[in-house]
């Protein structure tokens, strides 16, 4: 986009960002459904590139372009827009777009270093769904998990892998505690924490991508 001074040039290498910027930005904050009221809206390049910066601004800044945004005429749209930037204000994790480039390199590099962990240890569960390992939680609690489940769990949770795991997250001395339904419900649990950290990891690496700062090694 020849002579753009939107707020994100400096962030974003990206050629969709340079090209047709306002596309970028709905695919960026998944505002799809709202594609058509904001490219009929003359303000909305500058208040999407606005809250993508948003932590960055200046307080002065920040409260103009929240009152840009109140005062957008459709309100289902200041409403979902004026929601993302409270999102993010409470937790960048949100919105991982909406982070620093030091807070984003520090997210990507906790959540691998975690799902690294524990796929390492044997609990990378590609093929298992978020719902799949809550179900498995709910039932080890309530129904106790079955003999050949139970023994299986609390071989894995007593490995060398995952003892070393438990270590760096602090947890070693809880495990050596645990016993019958709990220990299974507690790999259960670490199959969970693996795949939140692996999303979040995937999520904070797509933005990395985005503004040109991966490492050679990341990729």
């Known amino acids: 986009m020849a002579n753009s001074t939107l707020a994100t040039d400096t962030r974003y290498k990206h050629k969709l960002h340079d090209a047709e910027p306002l596309k970028f930005f709905i695919a960026l904050m998944d505002l799809k459904p709202f594609q058509n009221e904001l490219t009929n809206e003359p303000k909305a390049l500058v208040i999407l590139s606005g809250i993508a910066m948003y932590r960055s601004l200046p307080r002065q800044r920040q409260m103009h372009l929240l009152q840009e945004i109140l005062a957008l005429p459709n309100k289902r749209l200041s409403g979902h827009l004026y929601g993302i930037v409270g999102q993010f204000t409470a937790n960048t994790a949100w919105h991982p777009w909406s982070m620093t480039a ?35 939680i709910y039932g080890g609690l309530t129904l106790g998990l079955g003999g050949q489940a139970s023994a299986t769990a609390a071989s894995a949770a007593t490995s060398n892998p995952l003892l070393e795991v438990a270590k760096k997250l602090g947890l070693k001395g809880r495990i050596t505690k645990i016993g019958g339904r709990m220990l299974g419900v507690f790999v259960i649990a670490v199959i969970g924490l693996n795949m939140c950290a692996t999303t979040s990891a995937k999520q904070a690496k797509k933005e990395l991508a985005l503004r040109g700062m991966l490492d050679l090694a990341d990729y």
């Open 102 to 136: 030091k807070e984003l390199q520090s997210y990507f590099a906790s959540n691998k270093a975690v799902s690294d962990a524990l796929t390492e240890a044997g609990f990378g569960t590609p093929s298992v769904s978020a719902a799949a390992v809550v179900g498995g």
